[in-house]
């Protein structure tokens, strides 16, 4: 028998092995809460695995946790630096950028001239206005269809308050 106390410290890895041995089929539909109470339920004895294979509602969707094992590649801030040059190193004419100008808040432009060798953007905005724009300066360059959530709030001035 397991407590709820003693399962909430484990991953979701570990409770969907956990779930396996005690006979619940298809763990991984399941949320970590889910996993919680049907484990607590089958080992007390108050549910048979069995009678519980399709008990899912439209909202037990899980997420995968980092998985203890496995190793994050950790890069430096000149690291991460040398990539998003790369990008912007390598963006075509009419690419849309996200960029710090020396004044005011961030904003996004459309690449209308390249200086690989000073190192600059010239950028026009949607309202016509023009900036040269140092690369160290481009916070994004956009290659699909929206701008991630940090960007778009820094282009809307909104405050980052986190993942919500």
């Known amino acids: 028998m397991y407590s709820r106390k003693e399962l909430e410290l484990e991953t979701v890895v570990n409770l969907r092995e956990i779930a396996k041995e005690v006979g619940i089929k298809n763990v991984k539909k399941y949320k970590k809460d889910a996993l919680i109470d049907l484990i607590v339920e ?5 549910k048979p695995a ?10 037990d969707t899980y ?4 998985n203890a094992d496995v190793e994050v590649e950790e890069i430096t801030e000149e690291e991460r ?18 960029f710090k100008p020396e004044v005011g808040k961030v904003k996004s432009a459309k690449i209308i001239k390249k200086s690989t060798k000073n190192r600059r953007l010239k950028v026009e905005t949607a309202y016509g206005a023009t900036f040269i724009v140092p690369y ?3 916070i994004w360059v956009r290659s699909g269809s929206r701008w991630p959530r940090g960007v778009y709030n820094m282009l809307k001035g ?6 919500n």
Do not use: F, H, W
């Open 42 to 46: 089958v080992t007390s004895g108050n």
């Open 50 to 59: 069995e009678e519980q294979v399709e008990e899912v509602t439209p909202t």
């Open 63 to 66: 997420k995968e946790e980092p």
């Open 81 to 98: 630096a040398a990539r998003k040059l790369k990008y912007v190193e390598e963006a075509p004419i009419g690419t849309l950028v996200a």
């Open 136 to 138: 160290e300066d481009v």
């Open 158 to 163: 909104i405050e980052d308050g986190g993942d």
